[in-house]
């Protein structure tokens, strides 16, 4: 169950922009520029899953690095270590606990629709997204995003945003079947100095290797 729910996210994140007293129209447009300028992100989240037919509820905290143009380590440290990481030619999903490690196609990270596209800057809002402004919440400003062609990973996605640091400090993900993920974020520095070895992953030796990336319905846990 959890393996499906956390692939709707895969770490979450960066950067987002918008002034409290923008309009809905203008926060494209807002978000974009705001990105030229971002290389890349290391942050601490605490992530949240909501299983909608069972009410059961799982949360996950860790760190998470980013780097463009699609570089990403979500490293889960609690309550238990695993790792998603989204390399140059793949993605990996790690249990250590378990051995095991599976990889997927680069291709489910590639969809300008996907929640990956959007913190890493790479979405274009105003081309796949319709964007709703909310009322602010806490002295943030609250956009709701409607894919323009929804998938089953995501059919909503709701973003809390600072208006001083122009970062976005929680992301909600709502899939076709109504479960939730969410992420909340802290500790974010941005254009961070990262080893390009964060990004590179082997799997040590006695680890069982699934690979996953013939598969199109495949999807690793996280994302």
Not at 94 to 109: I, N
Not at 162 to 174: A, F, G, M, Q, T
């Amino acid at each position: 169950m959890w393996n499906s729910l956390r692939f709707f996210v895969l770490a979450g994140l960066i950067t987002l922009t918008a002034a409290s007293g923008a309009a809905a129209q203008s926060v494209p447009e807002r978000v974009q520029e705001q990105y030229k300028g971002i290389a890349s992100m290391r942050c601490e989240y605490t992530q949240t899953l909501v299983h909608k037919e069972s009410g059961a509820r799982e949360q996950r905290s860790g760190v998470l690095s980013f780097a463009k143009p699609l570089l990403l380590r979500m490293e889960t440290q609690k309550p238990s270590p695993e790792l998603l990481l989204v390399t140059k030619e793949r993605i990996w999903n790690v249990f250590p606990e378990e051995e095991l490690a599976t990889m997927y196609s680069l291709d489910l990270a590639r969809d300008s629709r996907s929640i990956v596209q959007v913190i890493t800057g790479q979405a274009r809002l105003d081309k796949d997204f319709f964007v709703e402004r909310k009322e602010e919440e806490g002295g943030l400003l609250v956009v709701d995003l409607f894919p323009k062609e929804a998938t089953q990973a995501m059919v909503e996605a709701r973003l809390w945003l600072d208006p001083k640091s122009n970062l976005i400090k929680k992301l909600r993900v709502y899939d076709f079947y109504g479960n939730e993920n969410e992420l909340s974020f802290s500790r974010q520095e941005v254009n961070a100095s990262l080893p390009t070895s964060l990004f590179l992953y082997t799997p040590p030796k006695g680890f069982t290797v699934e690979d996953r990336s013939k598969d199109a319905s495949a999807a690793p846990g996280g994302m």
